[in-house]
């Protein structure tokens, strides 16, 4: 089948990839690609696996997003499986010559009776079909391409693409726009530059290379993970914020085939949902688990627990499956895995469908997050620690919920008498919480609005047979004008055996700690009454910080230079910090310059703390202390031992130097910076590297602690640029015997210079390149790239750019390690590019 692949191709010049000996078999569904190729004309190739080859169309100007606009497809000849994830440079003078990357990338499944069908022997069935009839509809799960497309074959090899009206269709999206790599992360234009891919990728999120995945049987039940109650919302870049979801907790396993709903409490209720068994039949992998809720939405489109409630009603609500978590894949446990990594090979492992979704998850603005559901009516959000890992039946700290309607779960421990309309059931609910180490409830209110006549004819069935003469609550409970004793079944008061746990808004307590306007929503069968306690509040992880307070810096400037104390204390951004010995001379007087204190450092990093910011934030900070000014002695520190102000973030980390893990600074707001000059951190150095994932490094794990395996893996090893540090050994003559050279204008013109034929070689490779002081006598040039080189790779581009310096001007340039061997010359110091050096940033 590719033989006409074979003859247009010389494979001792080209690096594509040669024909396989054997026709390739898979497993799982079936894969799809699409590749951006710039060769005499720039066009997309669209290929579909089948048969153990890639049915391929180029699209001349690409797929786009607009319902049935027409793209021509050309159909060429097949590829092997292996060319899905070919990246690189066709020769010149070759078939096809020019710059290839993996545009798109994903699964996909041809359509049947309306659906898609994931079964690989019954999908290749349906595509030789419809190849072979001229007309075949495709659902595409891509990272840029989702959705049902169609091919349309028109004359000989020409056909059409076009986008189905579905859900994904979207008239003002550019799909095209999005020029990088899915595998990589390099464009055509990098590639054109000269930068390569660094090694092969793999074409699907694979659950085997996640960090912290065990090879494992699926587990056969799994207590779900639930978040503590936050005091307040807040935002911060290391966590996630998804909507709070109003329904019942499910654990939905597939095996082979088999599905299994697990609620809460880890009953199987598989049966009362066979909508979601059937959707989850008719996913593409075979052995997977999810964790999710099933929801009802009111007919505003909000999740709604009492129309979940009355699903036996008529009109009957539809019900729906938010998936928000991956426990278990295709041989491996997942919940060792980062939530950023379980989200990712989520999305890529579950296919969204009417009644099938995944709750989407906001980064970093909490609070804005909170402010659009609380607008909405809705119950409030939960953030989520984007490094959490999933801990089996905890309520974790690492998981915090911000409800935006108050609203609980309650006992019910009686009801009281109805009448009128009610006479033959009852007025209201009486309901409590068990209190820490009490076995008799706390009472908390009344609960008598929010039933319907069926609701409460449903409900009273269901208290009768619970029945009992003595009161399940510690202490007397109110009724109207009076109160019962315990133990005691006179007065309007019915008490019940305390099995039954009410879902109840309210809009607050009172200050004896009871519900202010209760309404009942409904009973929750997905919970004991053990589980029914009093939530500890917990205080949200401080809030980042501005960079800058809402009324900028110069008030702070001022409030520091018209006090002329030792001593003050400002509000910065909503902290308070206090300063001390601000009159200290940090710097002597020389020449016609004043002595600069304390106070002038604090001044100028709150001027510059709008440009200085972006350059430190998210990167591990090593601090240079100079307590007593720079002529009194100075210290470097990479740990804070002491305990630290709110504002100031950090991030534990392995150090191989130590073999254990570290607590490093993350110099992330003003607060922090000024901070910083109140300790006397004269010199700031960061990381080549951040803790960020955002935007460029989406994939790359942010689990930095454990081992040194864990840091190779993690974001921390990719940097964001590569450095050369030019430093000249032409000395002045005033120098110590063993004294390095000291600042003088001949060493800076030659560094200078050296600069130049470096930014000169940095131009023809088509690499942009900065630079700035070092801060004694040489000079940084800055390269920035996207972080898909590690730091093993970035050592080797810069030590081979410092040898051709060498080469290119022996007589002025050195790459010598041996100081003595430098002298005369400016050294190219390419040793820079190693994970864990820093840089000074001022």
């Not at 587990?219 to 709070?244: A, G, I, Y």
């Not at 069926?454 to 009992?468: G, N, Y």
Request: hydrophobic share 35%.
């Amino acid at each position: 089948m590719l033989e006409q692949y074979e003859d247009k191709r010389d494979f001792s010049k080209t690096a594509e990839p040669a024909p396989p000996e054997a026709r390739q078999q898979r497993s799982g569904p079936l894969t799809f690609v699409v590749q951006k190729h710039a060769a005499r004309r720039l066009h997309y190739d669209f290929r579909l696996e089948v048969d153990g080859v890639l049915k391929s169309w180029p699209i001349p100007n690409g797929p786009s997003y607009t319902a049935h606009e027409r793209r021509l497809a050309v159909m060429t000849e097949d590829h092997p499986l292996d060319y899905a994830t070919f990246e690189g440079i066709i020769p010149k003078g070759e078939y096809g010559g020019g710059q290839v990357i993996v545009w798109d990338a994903g699964i996909y499944a041809p359509e049947l009776h309306g659906e898609p069908c994931f079964v690989r022997d019954q999908a290749e069935t349906l595509v030789r079909k419809g190849i072979a009839e001229g007309k075949l509809t495709v659902f595409l799960h891509g990272r840029k391409l989702r959705g049902a497309w169609t091919l349309v074959h028109t004359k000989d090899r020409d056909w059409l693409f076009l986008k189905k009206e579905d859900s994904y269709a979207q008239a003002d999206y550019d799909v095209l726009t999005e020029d990088r790599s899915v595998l990589s992360g390099l464009s055509i234009e990098d590639l054109k530059a000269g930068r390569l891919p660094e090694r092969k990728a793999s074409l699907l999120l694979d659950p085997s290379q996640a960090h912290g995945a065990r090879a494992a049987a699926m587990p056969k039940q799994v207590s779900p993970m639930v978040p503590s109650l936050s005091e307040r919302p807040f935002s911060h870049p290391n966590w996630l914020f998804e909507l709070k979801l109003d329904g019942y907790r499910v654990i939905a396993s597939v095996s082979e085939g088999e599905v299994r709903l697990a609620s809460r409490r880890g009953l199987d209720c598989s049966s009362e949902y066979p909508w979601l068994v059937e959707a989850l039949r008719q996913q593409p992998y075979r052995e997977v688990m999810f964790d999710g809720e099933i929801v009802a939405l009111d007919e505003n489109g909000r999740p709604s627990f009492q129309h979940l409630q009355n699903r036996g009603g008529e009109p009957k609500p539809v019900l729906l499956f938010y998936a928000f978590d991956l426990l278990y894949r295709d041989g491996f446990d997942l919940r060792g895995v980062a939530l950023d990594e379980r989200r990712a090979l989520l999305v890529s492992s579950l296919i969204p469908t009417a009644r099938i979704r995944i709750v989407d998850a906001f980064p970093a603005d909490g609070e804005a997050v909170y402010e659009a559901v609380r607008a909405q009516g809705m119950e409030g959000i939960v953030a989520k620690r984007r490094d959490s890992r999933y801990e089996t039946g905890r309520r974790s700290d690492s998981w915090l919920k911000i409800k935006a309607t108050e609203s609980d779960e309650f006992v019910v421990g009686g009801y009281t008498a109805g009448s009128g309309s009610r006479a033959s059931t009852f007025g209201s609910l009486v309901v409590g919480y068990y209190a820490e180490g009490d076995d008799r409830l706390t009472y908390i209110g009344h609960a008598g609005s929010g039933f319907d006549d069926r609701t409460l004819q449903s409900v009273f069935e269901r208290l009768q047979a619970l029945k009992t003469d003595t009161s399940p609550f510690r202490g007397e409970v109110p009724t109207i004008g009076r109160w019962t004793r315990p133990g005691k079944a006179e007065g309007p008061i019915t008490w019940v055996r305390p099995e039954l746990i009410a879902q109840v808004k309210y809009t607050e307590r009172t200050q004896d700690g009871v519900l202010r306007a209760p309404v009942f929503l409904g009973l929750r069968d997905d919970k004991t009454a053990a589980d029914v306690t009093v939530s500890e509040v917990v205080a949200p992880p401080v809030h980042a910080p501005s960079e800058l307070p809402a009324n900028g810096h110069d008030g702070i400037v001022q409030q520091l230079l018209e006090h002329t104390g030792e001593k003050l204390t400002l509000d910065v951004d909503g902290f308070p910090i206090a300063f001390s010995n601000l009159n200290k001379v940090f710097w002597p007087a020389h020449g016609p310059q004043r002595a600069l204190t304390k106070r002038d450092l604090v001044v100028y990093f709150a001027r510059v703390a709008e440009c200085l910011l972006p350059h430190l934030r998210d990167r591990p900070l090593t601090l240079v202390r100079f307590p007593n000014g720079i002529h009194g002695g100075h210290f470097y520190q990479k740990h804070w031992e002491q305990p630290l102000p709110p504002f100031v973030e950090t991030v534990w980390l392995w150090t191989d130097q130590n073999k254990g893990d570290g607590e490093y600074l993350l110099a992330n707001n003003l607060p922090t910076l000024l901070w910083l000059g109140q300790v006397a951190d004269i010199e700031l150095h960061t990381w080549y590297s951040r803790v960020n994932p955002e935007p460029d490094a989406h994939t790359r794990p942010i689990t930095f602690t454990g081992s040194s395996a864990a840091m190779e893996d993690s974001v921390l090893n990719y940097p964001d640029f590569v450095v050369f540090d030019l430093d000249p050994y032409l000395y002045s003559g005033n120098e110590k015997r063993g004294e390095e050279p000291e600042l003088h204008p001949a060493g800076f013109r030659a560094t200078c210079e050296v600069a130049l034929w470096l930014k000169e070689a940095l131009d023809n490779l088509g690499l942009s390149s900065f630079v700035k002081t070092t801060g004694r006598t040489g000079l940084h040039i800055y390269v920035p790239i996207s972080r898909t080189l590690d730091y093993h790779a970035t050592h080797s581009i810069s030590e081979t750019l410092a040898r051709y310096l060498v080469q290119q001007h022996p007589q002025r340039v050195t790459a010598e390690w041996a100081v003595d061997k430098r002298t005369g010359k400016v050294f190219a110091d390419y040793n820079q590019n190693v994970r864990g050096k820093t840089l000074a940033s001022i």
